[in-house]
Structure formats: structure tokens, C-alpha cells
């Protein structure tokens, strides 16, 4: 799998935290940090899922086709507004 570094910059009681647990797991502080975030963009996901289904259940959804229409539309001299 192919890798890329990224950096943040953290406050110095988070970064303790992770090398704490680290150390206790017998982890690399990157395998620490790498967990964390999976699992924070699965919750983030879930959540903005409920949203939109709460937002479909409430009726606020744009028409299929006033959306195909405004995509048609781009790129011509005269694009519709954004459907809302």
C-alpha cells in the first residue's frame, strides 16, 4: 500500500499522551496516530451519513432532474443556477 507522511502539529499533552500509549502497546507513535485518525474519519463518515438521511426524511432533497439540467447547462452560455 502506498504511504504518504502527514504533518500536524499537536499540543505537547496530546503528543505525551500518544508516546504514553505508544510505549504501552509497544506500538510506533505512527501506528498510534494512524488508528486515531481511521477511526475518526469511519465516525465522521457515519455521521455525516445520518445527516443526509435525516435531511431525506425532512423532505430537503433537489429533484434528479433539475440536478441533470443544471449540469447540462454548464459550460454553455447561458448555465441555470445551482439547484436548491
Do not use: F, N, Y
Request: zero cysteines; glycine letters at 4%; hydrophobic letters at 45%.
Amino acid at each position: 500500500m502506498d504511504t504518504k507522511v502527514i504533518t500536524a502539529h499537536v499540543p505537547l499533552p496530546l503528543a505525551e499522551k500518544v508516546d504514553q500509549l505508544a510505549a504501552r502497546l509497544e506500538r510506533p507513535r505512527g501506528w498510534i496516530v494512524k488508528q486515531a485518525l481511521s477511526a475518526w474519519v469511519e465516525e465522521e463518515r457515519q455521521r455525516l451519513t445520518l445527516e443526509a438521511l435525516a435531511d431525506v426524511d425532512a423532505g430537503r432533497v433537489i429533484d434528479h432532474q433539475a440536478v441533470q439540467a443544471w449540469a447540462e447547462s454548464l459550460g454553455t452560455e447561458k448555465p441555470l443556477p445551482v439547484p436548491r
